[in-house]
């Protein structure tokens, strides 16, 4: 597609659940941004992968996060034994190969999590 | 270490006057600045950007930013509001390339146009 795609738009879950959230990016992006954006603030940097690996995961905030990225395009973040601290909308970015371009993120219009 | 200070979180201005928001930052290198813009159940957009070459910066819809490194600020500016400026701004400071491009997003401001 033109531009990043998120699915599902909304998820409404149960505390102790487990949830995945699904980015598609841009085609040709190497790179892949997740970020967390709760009610009344900027978003905040998750994990960002460079082709298949995870790069940077400093932003997962416990070990009940997970995200992957098997090919290098479509990537997956995963969220296991849900509270209800984790509702926020989840936003993924893409961008072309991190060395060739000067930091500019192409944004979806995320993923609202509300946990019950 | 990077961060960004966004001085209102929210403002609100009438149509046809100008538009300001304020924003500070700190790096502790020469960094990339950029304001996003996000209208309700819309995805983040980019107005523009600062990367080191001209230090007024034009943008999409009638937005400018100035970098000012001795005050370090980065702050938008529109001369004349118009309705469909009311959304939530974000000045955003992006890490060294080798470091990712990762974003660090202020808090935000929030835009009321009124008529």
């Known amino acids: 597609g033109a531009g990043v795609s998120q699915t599902p738009s909304n998820k409404v879950t149960e505390k102790g659940k487990y949830v995945e959230l699904r980015c598609d990016p841009i085609?040709?992006?190497?790179?892949l941004y997740w970020y967390r954006q709760s009610l009344g603030q900027g978003p905040e940097f998750l994990i960002y992968?460079?082709?298949?690996?995870?790069?940077?995961d400093s932003g997962l905030p416990n070990d009940r996060f997970f995200a992957v990225r098997p090919e290098g395009s479509v990537s997956t973040l995963k969220i296991q034994r849900t509270e209800r601290g984790d509702s926020a909308v989840y936003l993924c970015?893409?961008?072309?190969?991190?060395?060739?371009?000067?930091?500019?993120?192409?944004f979806g219009e995320g993923s609202r999590l509300t946990v019950l | 270490a990077q961060s960004v200070t966004q001085l209102d979180s929210h403002v609100s201005v009438s149509e046809g006057t100008p538009v300001l928001l304020r924003c500070n930052y700190s790096?502790?290198?020469?960094?990339?600045l950029f304001w996003y813009v996000q209208h309700p159940n819309k995805g983040l957009q980019l107005l523009l950007k600062?990367?080191?070459?001209?230090?007024l910066v034009k943008g999409i819809n009638g937005f400018e930013a100035e970098f000012k490194k001795s005050e370090t600020s980065f702050h938008l500016t529109k001369p004349s509001a118009h309705m469909s400026d009311a959304a939530e701004y974000f000045c955003?400071?992006?890490?060294?390339?080798?470091?990712?491009?990762?974003?660090?997003f202020g808090g935000g401001t929030r835009v009321l146009v009124k008529p």
């Open positions: 955003v400071v992006s890490g060294l390339r080798a470091a990712g491009n990762k974003l660090t």
């Open positions: 790096s502790s290198y020469s960094p990339s």
């Open positions: 970015a893409s961008s072309e190969q991190v060395t060739a371009n000067t930091g500019e993120l192409f």
């Open positions: 992968f460079q082709g298949t690996g995870a790069a940077d």
């Open positions: 600062y990367t080191s070459a001209a230090t």
């Open positions: 085609s040709g992006h190497t790179a």
